[in-house]
């Protein structure tokens, strides 16, 4: 169980991350003929973060 949600932690933290350097270089995002809007990745960023921040508190915890 460990190792799977040190996956999922890091996983978040990838999206989280793309969504940051996407904010950075202002790249467009199209899904399915809609054009995302920017503060799509503000939501995104804080969504994916917090999920990465929650799975890693769980895995130190687990250690204990």
């Known amino acids: 169980m460990r190792t799977y949600i ?6 978040f933290g990838v999206v989280a ?12 995002a199209q899904v399915a003929g809609w054009v995302v ?9 804080l969504v994916a973060g917090a ?3 929650w799975a890693f508190r769980l895995v130190s915890r687990a250690r204990q």
């Open 37 to 45: 809007p920017i503060w799509v990745s503000w939501v995104a960023i």
């Open 17 to 28: 991350l793309v969504h940051v350097v996407r904010l950075m270089f202002d790249w467009p």
């Open 51 to 53: 999920l990465c921040v």
């Open 6 to 11: 040190q996956i999922t932690g890091v996983i």
